[in-house]
């Protein structure tokens, strides 16, 4: 179930037009065909697989909409480019809306999550993507939840990452790519924390980091991005730091600050400024909104310091995850 919504998230079997055995959910979209999930699989020779080499979107679904779909499509055509994916000529961008409706239909979706995977395709055991002439295509619709609802009440805690982000000229994080190996590792420093502390209680875990670039300035979580509040206005780094331009984080820039009447600054700033904030917050598809109440430093994956950012959830944040909330339960969920 989403946050943002108490509506059923999956259409009963009954209410399906699709043809398809609804006890066979879920159906996957793979290379050019529906089929339940046991039945879906990729070559052992795509180099999606063998190296990465691909790109992915992960989407919401809201009352049967496609949130932003527009804005995903950019991100997804422009990343495939970016890495000399040439997925248009291929598949069309409206080829690829109509795949995720699809998708969407076959399992009954009404507030749910697709994940698109595009992949260099089949080729040789050799790197040469110029050798995998047909990119993969994989569409996934399901429900995906993160975090549990008293994490969304009550903050999060978060560690701070060791591991720096891969720098722009490495590998810019404004590319969605399939390798997403130095997010995981970050990740992990925040679950073997948790290990160590002995912590069971699922709402008290550290699940996301704090991610700083090699200039030490902050950048991101593992899968979201972050925002600081400070004396009423908001901060969050530029897209030059080394983050993902997320799309959520844009809807809380270009939609949510003005309608909460907020202002919102894109900026470089460093770790101090986190610990002095008034309130923390991170933004995500998957995660939609959620306030960080504390910060962790470790040595060694032992816990050195913590920075208490806020008694839960904090007024700025509340305010405006409130107006998500009513953006993507009303009649009127954006696709654009
Ligand atoms: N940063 C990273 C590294 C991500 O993987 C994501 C997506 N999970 C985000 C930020 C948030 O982007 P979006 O709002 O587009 O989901």
Redesign the pocket.
Known sequence: MTQMTSEPSVQPAAETKTGLDASRRPYIWVNGSLVPKEEAAISVFDHGLLYGDGIFE?IRVYNGKIFKCQQHMD?LYKCCDQIFIDLAKHVSRQEMIDIQRKCIQANGIVNGYIRLVITRGVGTLGLNPYLCPVPGVVCIADKISLYTPEMYEKGMRVVVAHRPKTPIACLD?RV?TLN?LN?IMAKCEAIHVTQKMGITDPSEQMLEVIMLNTEGKVA??????IFVVKDGKIITPPSDAG??E????KFVKDVLCPACDVEIEERLFELDEIYNADEVFL????AEMIAVREVIEHENLEVAKIHTISEGEGPITKKLRAMFTQVVTSDNVPED
């Open positions: 992960g991100r994080p969605k997403y997010n991101e979580g593992s899968g979201d991005n983050i993902l997320g799309i959520t984080r933004t995500g598809t998957a």
